[in-house]
């Protein structure tokens, strides 16, 4: 917290008020640079590996397995086991700006705003996911998410449809649209698949098989 504090202090001591449109300007970059890193992270668990991955597997790949056969469990998890994890994030960013030094030019503090506001946008996603799946968001919750600020519940759900293979990115969605229409995870599978002999989401289809899922269309090696 210190940290954050201080990289706070280093970044809005050399905002003046006619610079305001760097702050916005970084918030946007900073929000979409989560939101893409967030549907990278969230393809990659839900594609690729299985329980027994070295590492990742018994923790994260389980997560995302068993988060496609009960979407709502999740929201039973307080604060701190929804997002423990990702608010390792902010800190490396921090440590970087910090590094940097005071921002000595507009460049400089579109840079810093663009960490800031994406490492707190990354920090948060999980529990912003978590709210997604809330049967009724009220309030500031509900608010943000009509605003397309953080992810709305309607448009995560097209993520739950078999074969759960679209709008991977669960910050805001804001990247889904595009992200889907110009077939971008396809053309990363076939390149994956390229370079290794394996199929994408086949462990995943062990999970949600149980539930009678049609099969999965997916990209095989030629």
């Known amino acids: 917290s210190t940290t954050g504090v201080y990289v706070a202090y280093l970044t809005v001591s050399k905002t003046s008020w006619d610079q305001l449109w760097v702050v916005v300007a970084g918030f946007f970059a900073g929000w979409i640079a989560a939101d893409f890193v ?21 923790t ?26 990702t608010f ?6 921090f440590l970087i700006i910090i590094w940097m030094g005071r921002p000595v030019s507009t460049g400089h503090l579109f840079f810093n705003w663009l960490m800031v506001f994406g490492s707190v946008a990354a920090a ?22 009509r605003w397309r ?8 759900g097209m993520h739950h449809r078999p074969p759960f293979d679209k709008a991977y990115c669960i910050t805001a969605g804001w990247l889904n649209p595009l992200l889907d229409s110009i077939n ?17 989401r086949r462990d995943d ?13 997916t990209t095989k090696k030629e």
């Open 88 to 93: 390792y994030v902010p800190m490396a960013f």
């Open 184 to 200: 971008f995870w396809r053309t990363m599978e076939r390149l994956v698949v390229n370079v290794i002999d394996t199929v994408p």
């Open 124 to 145: 948060f996603t999980n529990e912003f996911h978590k709210w997604a799946h809330r049967r009724r968001s009220d309030g500031i919750i509900g608010a943000l998410q």
């Open 38 to 58: 967030s549907g990278v992270m969230h393809w990659s668990f839900d594609t690729w590996g299985q329980l027994d991955t070295p590492i990742v597997g018994p």
């Open 149 to 156: 600020l953080i992810l709305p519940r309607k448009h995560h």
């Open 205 to 217: 289809l062990l999970w949600t098989g149980q539930l009678g899922y049609s099969t999965l269309k």
């Open 60 to 85: 994260f790949i389980r997560s995302f397995r068993e988060h496609h056969v009960d979407p709502t469990a999740m929201c039973n998890h307080d604060f701190i086991e929804t997002n423990a994890d």
